[in-house]
């Protein structure tokens, strides 16, 4: 069993599941009715929602009446978008103003919500290759600095956090949260001549691991 921390009544319990948020099926129900501040993406005024509104996606707009005239704004899409943009040097980055979720920045068009850094690019460099999204150089994720911008790969992406070292599960050698070793020992166990058995022993990992880290195969990220 493991223990976890109520988000709703911050009271200690045990589970079998390692990530668990709520003690209880009443603590999750009253966790949807928390309140939510947010701005208004089309008028601008701060209003109040229920969370468990954001299960269906972001919640952009105050009211029917402002949801209704933004989804119907006609104005060109370049107008719309620039002036939720602060935009600052050549090389800084351009916070987007307008409305966001998990940290980037989001748009209404057509009856859809888009992302602003795509559009961003799209509106400065053109379409974007089928199959292909858009990364930031800068590690900021409301920028929409198109000079911050580039066409590239889920897989490029990922491999740009791991080398920037950026984001918690991607962290590597001793930075992982589940590493159990750190450099120092690594090393001793890749210039060591013991047995692999004893080695795995003394240092409480499996066989595999050791001869995978004397290869070189795990751990990369330190030079051998």
């Not at 229920?50 to 919640?59: D, E, F, R």
């Not at 919500?113 to 509106?123: F, M, N, P, Q, T």
């Not at 999204?133 to 990922?158: M, S, W």
Request: net charge positive; with cysteine.
């Amino acid at each position: 069993m493991k223990s976890h921390i109520c988000q709703q009544c911050a009271k200690p319990f045990k589970r079998s599941r390692s990530v668990c948020k709520f003690c209880s099926q009443s603590c999750y129900t009253e966790s949807l009715k928390r309140r939510i501040s947010k701005e208004c993406s089309l008028c601008g005024i701060e209003f109040e929602f229920a969370a468990s509104y954001q299960k269906k996606g972001p919640v952009l707009f105050c009211s029917r009446a402002c949801y209704e005239s933004g989804r119907l704004d006609r104005r060109p899409l370049e107008d719309r978008f620039w002036e939720k943009v602060e935009k600052l040097g050549f090389d800084d980055c351009w916070i987007w103003q307008g409305a966001k979720a998990q940290g980037y920045g989001k748009i209404w068009l057509s009856g859809s919500v888009l992302g602003a850094h795509r559009v961003s690019y799209e509106i400065v460099h053109g379409p974007i290759p089928e199959d292909m999204q858009i990364n930031h150089k800068c590690d900021v994720r409301d920028c929409v600095n198109p000079n911050h911008l580039y066409v590239g790969t889920a897989k490029e992406n990922t491999q740009d956090m791991i080398e920037r070292n950026r984001g918690g599960l991607f962290k590597p050698g001793e930075l992982h949260h589940s590493a159990k070793l750190n450099n120092f020992q690594v090393m001793m166990i890749r210039a060591s001549s013991e047995r692999t058995k004893d080695l795995a022993l003394a240092f409480g990992i499996n066989p595999d691991h050791v001869t995978r880290l004397q290869r070189v195969e795990r751990w990369k990220s330190l030079p051998e």
